[in-house]
Nanobody
Framework: VQLQASGGGLVQAGGSLRLSCAAS????????VGWFRQCPGKERDFVAY????????YYADSVKGRFIISRDNAKNTVYLQMNSLKPEDTAVYYC?????????????????WGQGTLVTVSS
C-alpha cells in the first residue's frame, strides 16, 4: 500500500482544513488508517484512526469534537476534516495504514506511511 497525504496549508485560528490520504492497492479497504502529527524535535503523536469499514473512529483527546476522520473505500481515500483549528495544531500531518489493531494509537503499529503534509495555524 502506498499513501499520499495532501491538503495542508496555512489557515487562521478558528478556520478549517480537510486533509486527504489517497492510497494505491486493491487491499486498501482492509486496512485501518490513522493520522498522526509531528512538530520539529518532538515525537509523532496520534490524532485519529478509522477502522476498515469506516464505522468506528477514535480520536486523541486534544482533537475530539473538532476533527472528523472518514473514509471512502470506493475512492481509496481517507479524510481528516479539521475544524476550529488552533495554533497548537500546527504540525506535519502523516497518514498511515495497518493491518491488525493493537491500540491503533502508536506509530510503531503502522506498516505503511505517507510523506506528510504541513498544516500551519496562525494566531
Amino acid at each position: 500500500v502506498q499513501l499520499q497525504a495532501s491538503g495542508g496549508g496555512l489557515v487562521q485560528a478558528g478556520g478549517s482544513l480537510r486533509l486527504s490520504c489517497a492510497a494505491s492497492g486493491r487491499t486498501f479497504s482492509t486496512y485501518v488508517v490513522g493520522w498522526f502529527r509531528q512538530c520539529p524535535g518532538k515525537e509523532r503523536d496520534f490524532v485519529a484512526y478509522v477502522t476498515w469499514s469506516g464505522i468506528s473512529t477514535y480520536y486523541a483527546d486534544s482533537v475530539k469534537g473538532r476533527f472528523i476522520i472518514s473514509r471512502d473505500n470506493a475512492k481509496n481515500t481517507v479524510y481528516l476534516q479539521m475544524n476550529s483549528l488552533k495554533p497548537e495544531d500546527t504540525a506535519v500531518y502523516y497518514c498511515a495504514a495497518l493491518g491488525t489493531v493493537i491500540t491503533g494509537r502508536r506509530p510503531s503499529e503502522y506498516d505503511y506511511w505517507g510523506q506528510g503534509t504541513l498544516v500551519t495555524v496562525s494566531s
